[in-house]
């Protein structure tokens, strides 16, 4: 499985709707200061149920919503979707091709979707399980987090190996059960 395209649509500084493709190998994205390189991974993370939006890099949620220049109205939605590559089956859907987005408006209001239905978060989250993907998970790899991966207590590293070796998920249907 891998991430095959990102597309944006009036998210941040994306108020063209942009199409980002990747390739199963390494991609590189450069460009210059403020040309919204940053603002791809943020993109990323907010699909995946990022709910901070200091971690966005924001002060309220609607900051992720392009706010307009001077050549450029505002707009009044933005919308992601991430197109993962599903052909090996990695998740469990029926679908070679898996879209994961998220809408939101003004208003606050805020729709998760998976293949162009609206669903919920967990619902993401749960297809995503033990995959690396997440907002959270080892997928994306922020500047500060190497310092605290290296400097974390043993405890707390042994998560990161247990997500990169797929046991999660039993051990959350473990827990489950023994709530019955
Ligand atoms: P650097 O190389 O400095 O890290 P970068 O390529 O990572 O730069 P970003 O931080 O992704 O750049 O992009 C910042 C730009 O995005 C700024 O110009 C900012 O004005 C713009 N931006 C952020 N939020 C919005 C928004 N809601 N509406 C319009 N533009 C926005
Ligand atoms: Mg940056």
């Not at 699909?47 to 309220?60: F, I």
């Not at 091709?97 to 993401?124: A, F, H, M, P, W």
């Not at 922020?142 to 707390?156: E, R």
Request: charged share 30%; net charge positive.
């Amino acid at each position: 499985m891998f991430l095959k395209r990102i597309e944006l649509h009036g998210f941040k500084s994306f108020a063209e709707s942009t199409v980002v493709t990747f390739e199963p190998s390494i991609t590189a994205i450069v460009g210059p200061n403020g040309s919204g390189k940053s603002n791809i991974v943020d993109a990323i993370r907010w699909v995946l149920g990022e709910q901070s939006a200091k971690n966005l890099r924001g002060s309220k949620m609607e900051d992720v919503i392009f706010a307009g220049t001077d050549k450029r109205k505002p707009m009044n939605i933005a919308e992601v979707r991430l197109i993962l590559d599903n052909s090996d089956g990695t998740l469990p859907i029926e679908f070679s091709e898996v879209s994961i987005g998220r809408r939101v408006d003004r208003s606050g209001q805020s729709d998760y979707l998976i293949n162009g239905t609206v669903c919920r978060l967990k619902d993401i989250e749960e297809l995503l399980m033990d995959t690396g993907i997440g907002k959270e998970a080892y997928s994306i790899v922020s500047q500060g987090k190497v310092d605290m991966i290296l400097s974390s207590k043993p405890t707390d590293r042994r998560e990161l190996f247990e997500e990169a070796a797929g046991i999660i998920k039993y051990k959350n249907r473990k827990r489950e059960a023994a709530k019955k």
